[in-house]
């Protein structure tokens, strides 16, 4: 029988409270398919920097290659605390296994469930998928400063795009287009950042032409964020920079009903790397150790897992569960208690 090594990383705040839950359905709904897990938990984060001063060692990182994939909760600290100010968990941890493991995919689905708390009056449906470039970007830690604390201080933070990277995550959305509704958006900022810009264009241009039936549009960011709150029901997919997908892509967790519910997927398609799952949102300091956190965006999280090993009727089993519990909730609930009830489902 089938064998899969995933990697865990409960991380900071909220994420082992989510990850819990997130574990709890994945041990439910493979119990009869056939397929072990042989999960690795890995102690990293703002923790355990804290405790060793390290964020993520070699070795962590070569053990967690030798993994089929990886479940993250969340990692980081409360932002402003002066003893991670130098630690960068963000970069040094998460990025960093972005990076190393050329997650240039990262896929954010965001659909509005019928009873999700969604804001907005009148919303129509909204069913849309972010393709958020993962590896390039304002994201590569291509800056530096001088001059620092004085008058004349300079900081630069520069964006790195790549032809090579930038095709393979354009031809990516297209792909995805096509088995969708056959849709896509790029959004960036040509009218300002030109090089970037252009390269963007130009890429998404050529494609194209090889997808002649998926209808191409163009927003700049600004105006993509009027949409998504006016008129989120004419995406499909969007493909964006890392930075404009990370911003995008709160915005669509709020109007979808929450960032509690919106999951994704650092994706490397190739295969060549494990691909890590984890919520969009982060530790989330402030109701933290509460029992207050959702944990359907890690939950979800977990059906995009189930999806990319090819555990296809898994995926959609947890997908029903959750849609079922959503449609019923109501008054608040502990995490455990969400958890709960999402298994119900799936055992119903
Ligand atoms: P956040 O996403 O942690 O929290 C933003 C708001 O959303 C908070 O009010 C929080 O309580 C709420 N929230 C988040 N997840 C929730 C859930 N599951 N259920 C209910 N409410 C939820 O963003 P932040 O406050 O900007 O960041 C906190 C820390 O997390 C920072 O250190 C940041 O760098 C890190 N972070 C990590 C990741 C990640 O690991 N992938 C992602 C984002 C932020
Ligand atoms: C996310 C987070 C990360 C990002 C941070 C914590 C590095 O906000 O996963 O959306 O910006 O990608
Ligand atoms: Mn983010």
Known sequence: SRVVKLAVIPGDGIGPEVVA????????????????????????????????????????LDAIRAHDAILLGAVGGQPGDPRLKDANIERGLLLKLRFELDHYVNLRPSKLYPGAPGPLADPGEIDFVVVREGTEGPYVGNGGAIRKGTPHEVANETSVNTA???????????????????????????????????????????????????????????????????HPSRFDVIVT???????????????????????????????????????????????????????????????????????????????????????????????????AAIIARLQA
């Open 21 to 60: 839950e997130a574990e709890k359905v994945l041990d439910a709904v493979v119990a009869d398919s056939g397929v072990t897990f042989e999960k690795t938990r890995f102690s990293l984060g703002a923790g355990r920097f804290l405790e060793t001063g390290d964020t993520l060692t070699d070795e962590d």
């Open 164 to 230: 090579f990277g930038v095709e393979r995550v354009v031809r990516y959305a297209f792909a995805l287009a096509e088995k969708r509704r056959k849709r896509l958006t790029l959004v960036h900022k040509t009218n300002v950042l030109v090089h970037a810009g252009a390269i963007w264009k130009r890429v998404v241009d050529e494609v194209a032409r090889e997808h002649p039936d998926v209808a191409v549009d163009y927003l700049h960011v600004d105006a993509a964020t009027i949409f998504l709150v006016t």
């Open 241 to 339: 920079d890392n930075l404009f997908g990370d911003i995008l892509t709160d915005l669509a967790g709020a109007v979808t009903g929450g960032i509690g519910l919106a999951a994704s997927g650092n994706i490397n398609p190739d295969g060549a790397f494990p691909s890590m799952f984890e919520p969009v949102h982060g530790s989330a300091p402030d109701i933290a150790g509460q029992q207050k956190a959702d944990p359907t965006a890690a939950i979800l999280s977990v059906a995009l897992l189930l999806d990319h090993l090819g555990l296809g009727a898994q995926a959609a089993r947890v997908q029903r569960a959750v849609e079922e519990d959503i449609a019923s909730r109501e008054g608040t609930r502990t995490t455990e208690q969400t958890g």
